[in-house]
């Protein structure tokens, strides 16, 4: 009877389709909908997956002393698709770390991994970015007047539900209406070329 060989082609396989999705989550995210969060779980549940594996492999590399090219090949990408999973969940590429030219940007992290980011550009662009429990991304225009940032919607687009931000130090305070008294959000300033 002959022994099977063992399928190291699908561990390669589904850790490179891994690291894939992972990694370019950023430009699919938004077109999910409601099943973003079956597809979260699909990813912590291959990632557990992986994890077992590549114990199980690591200790049969030991036990066959390293004899066994795939199993060595398996175990030594497994680790960096998880540490890169790990390190960062959002992907490589993700929106703070796609290379568009900025003038401007702005953020806030909050509890349960919620995030808010403000970018504008140099073409009078904007991008307002919420991640909490799903995405949220909203563009338009904007103009500055001293230190205020007034943001327009594009026609047809929900734009920021804010009217205009104050500038004050490294803080940027937005406001729903000219009529608001007191601020409605507040983000921490990281580049200011304005």
Not at 49 to 59: L, Q, R
Not at 77 to 82: H, S, Y
Request: net charge positive.
């Amino acid at each position: 009877m002959e022994k099977k060989k063992p399928k190291y082609r699908f561990v390669i396989t589904a850790a490179i389709c891994f690291f894939l999705i992972v990694n370019t989550q950023y430009y699919w995210e938004d077109y999910l909908g409601f099943i973003d969060m079956f597809v979260l779980l699909g990813l912590v549940i291959a990632f557990l997956c992986f994890c077992v594996s590549w114990i199980y492999h690591a200790a049969m590399a030991i036990a066959e002393k390293g004899r066994n090219k795939n199993r060595i090949i398996v175990i030594g990408l497994l680790p960096v698709v998880l540490i890169s999973a790990y390190f960062f969940p959002s992907g490589l590429t993700g929106y703070d770390r796609v290379g568009e030219q900025t003038n401007f940007e702005a953020g806030r992290k909050g509890v349960a991994s919620c995030h808010q980011y403000l970018k504008l550009t140099p073409g009078h662009k904007y991008r307002y970015l919420q991640i909490c429990f799903g995405k949220s991304e909203k563009s338009g225009s904007y103009y500055t007047t001293k230190d205020t940032i007034h943001f327009q919607s594009n026609i047809g687009e929900r734009g920021i539900d804010y009217e205009f931000g104050v500038i004050k130090d490294k803080e940027l305070f937005l406001y729903e209406t000219k009529k608001d008294t007191t601020w409605r959000d507040l983000l921490i300033i990281s580049k200011n070329n304005l």
